[in-house]
């Protein structure tokens, strides 16, 4: 019994990371076809964090929403943007500290980050997911989108994953002409940030 569980804990891990691998592989394969669904966030957001919500009681941890309800839409396509707040949420209770609080925040903006990607648009959405946690060192911030890359690997060994969480929201983001950034203070926490385009008629 106890090498059954071994080897059906093997099992999950290789199917979460095929699972993973070809994620990411499609949305690369579609990159240079922006996607063009009217996307409610608010309908997404409030879906995953009812998905998380066990999750986070495990932790002691409470999933609060903070979110402008009059939003327009975005453009975007429905699955990835899920998949998107769900590696955010995800990564955000992993990380976390127990008995503490995720902040999921949604709203306009009209300041935006300074990449150059994203100049066109005027006007966006933007959705972030705040934890408090451990945070990440400074130096680790560019690299945290590579494939495999983790920040500590034996401490992450025990927590589970891939490591293929934000290579994939990184990919969705860029697809989606979106930005992302991060923000973190080790001993305080992080805030992953997503800016997308709202949906325009045309
Ligand atoms: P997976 O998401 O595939 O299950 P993962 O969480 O290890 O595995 P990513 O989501 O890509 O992979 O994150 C990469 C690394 O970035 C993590 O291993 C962790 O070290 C660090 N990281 C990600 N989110 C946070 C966070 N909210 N707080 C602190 N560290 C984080
Ligand atoms: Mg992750």
Sequence with gaps: EQFLKVMGDQAHRMSQLVQDLLTLS????????????KI??????????????????QKDMQIRLDMKEDLPPVRGDEGELA????????NAIKYGAAGSDVTINLRMSSSFP?????????????????????????EHIPRLTERFYRVDSARTRQVGGTGLGLAIVKHIVHRHRGVMTIDSVVGKGSV????????EEE
Aim: proline share 6%; hydrophobic share 40%.
């Design 83 to 90: 998949q998107v707040v769900h590696n955010l949420v995800g």
């Design 40 to 57: 409610d966030l608010i309908k997404v957001i409030r879906k995953e964090a009812q998905h998380f919500d066990w999750t986070a009681q």
């Design 192 to 199: 992953f940030s997503i800016y997308l385009p709202i949906y």
């Design 114 to 138: 300074n990449v150059a990607n994203f100049r066109a648009y005027d006007r966006a959405v933007c959705l972030s997911v705040r934890d408090k946690g451990e945070g990440i060192p400074k």
């Design 26 to 37: 499609k949305v690369e394969v579609d990159a240079s076809q922006p996607p063009m669904g």
